[in-house]
């Protein structure tokens, strides 16, 4: 049976607000158009999420929820099979309708001056698992922003359930060198609080190279960025995660982000 999020809410086109369309030898970034195009993100991202990830397939094979009808979706497409290869879902809402508020007490973001756009449930399929992938999805990414004329990024960082003393080494670790100032910080929900006991110093610290050895590829990406995390963790139950709230004003980006917003060719 086909969730609810397809049965009805989408037609057989799909409208985003912005549209990009860049090209390589081998891939093409977009967002979605289609119905098809936005299924097939979907069965992605089931594939990622909750078959690899997870190893808890959906009967669907759908990732979906409420939010995706409200939410532009880029992708990137195989030229030579028109597969859809990678994903990114964009939430550029005029309302404040995110979903990092069931997780966060986000006030202090929402007050921000300025446009706002929440990324989050990125994928890449494997065997194109390359840097090239992920390039292109920021080159799209980038013409998104201009278009939007985008302020403020920000989405929910994930880490994979970690035990108690590496969770409070890669916390301390963050709260040292990538928190926000305090007027930007927000605060996880009660369903999702992680102890405090859990996010103290160890007894026996680890190294820094052994913390960052803990960070996934992306948030590094995010951090290298000029990305600050705006406070302690949410524990996610359903992806068994512990999720960061990460937030990057686009003015004030790192190299790493500035080669990819500044440009609006694709390369790769």
């Keep these: 049976m086909v969730p609810y999020a397809l049965d009805g809410l989408w037609a057989k086109a799909v409208r985003p607000r912005w549209n990009v369309k860049l090209e390589t030898s081998l891939y093409i970034v ?98 194109h698992r390359r840097s090239a992938v992920f390039a292109l ?18 989405g929910c960082s994930c880490v994979p359930a970690l035990p108690s003393h590496e969770l409070a080494a890669l916390y301390q670790y963050f709260r040292a060198r990538h928190f926000s100032p305090d007027s930007l910080r927000v605060h996880p929900l009660p369903s999702g609080l992680v102890p405090a006991g859990h996010l103290k110093p160890a007894d026996k610290p680890l190294s820094d190279d052994a913390v960052r050895r803990l ?7 995010y951090l290298r960025s000029g990305s600050r995390l705006c406070g302690e963790p949410y524990f996610d139950r359903d992806f068994k995660s512990y999720d ?21 060719r694709p390369v790769g």
């Design 137 to 154: 999805l920021w080159r799209g990414m980038a013409v998104y922003l201009r278009q939007a004329e985008i302020r403020y990024l920000f």
């Design 30 to 127: 977009k967002t979605a158009e289609t119905r098809a195009e936005m299924e097939e993100a979907l069965r992605l991202r089931h594939e990622v999420f909750r078959r690899e990830l997870l190893g808890d397939p959906h009967p669907s094979g759908l990732d979906t929820d409420r939010f995706d009808p409200l939410c532009d979706h880029m992708i990137v497409q195989a030229r030579d099979t028109g597969q859809v290869v990678a994903t990114y879902r964009l939430n550029p809402s005029a309302t404040g309708d995110y979903y990092a508020r069931q997780e966060f007490e986000m006030d202090a973001i929402l007050r921000l001056a300025g446009r706002k756009l929440e990324i989050g449930r990125s994928c890449v399929a494997r065997g």
């Design 244 to 264: 960061f709230f990460t937030l990057l004003d686009v003015t004030a980006a790192g190299p790493s982000a500035r080669r990819f917003l500044a440009e609006p």
């Design 215 to 221: 960070i996934p590829p992306i948030l590094q990406f």
